[in-house]
């Protein structure tokens, strides 16, 4: 069974950096058995799901246009560790962000609420 985990703060300020970082157990995220999209997604009340970016076993990135310029997805193979990095953020960037590989697992974590507030 394949658990992903997010964890980081809940509360940034405006123009700082978000930082999160999503733990994967029961399957390694450079495995290639099977083709995995290691992605980070968000949802802000009243609007549906944004992609933000995925993550490749081999490194190989993609990020949504609208967001590339200020945001980086890195991995941590030996801690089994995806993590966001978002710059310069404002208000608008309050969501609820989720890690997840879903389309070949269709696994999601729970989500961790962050608000960004001076």
């Known amino acids: 069974q394949v658990q992903l985990q997010e964890s980081g703060p809940g509360l940034v300020q405006p123009s700082q950096t978000l930082s999160l970082t999503c733990t994967v157990s029961?399957?390694?995220?450079?495995?290639?058995?099977?083709?995995?999209?290691w992605s980070w997604i968000r949802q802000s009340p009243g609007k549906g799901l944004e992609w933000i970016a995925y993550?490749?076993?081999?490194?190989?990135?993609f990020y949504n246009p609208s967001l590339k310029s200020r945001t980086t997805i890195s991995k941590d193979t030996s801690k089994n560790q995806f993590t966001l990095q978002m710059k310069s953020v404002t208000s608008e960037d309050t969501a609820l962000y989720y890690c997840?590989?879903?389309?070949?697992?269709?696994?999601w974590g729970q989500g961790t609420q962050v608000t960004v507030s001076s």
């Open positions: 997840a590989e879903p389309l070949t697992l269709g696994s």
């Open positions: 993550i490749l076993y081999n490194g190989a990135t």
């Open positions: 029961g399957e390694a995220i450079d495995s290639t058995e099977y083709y995995y999209y």
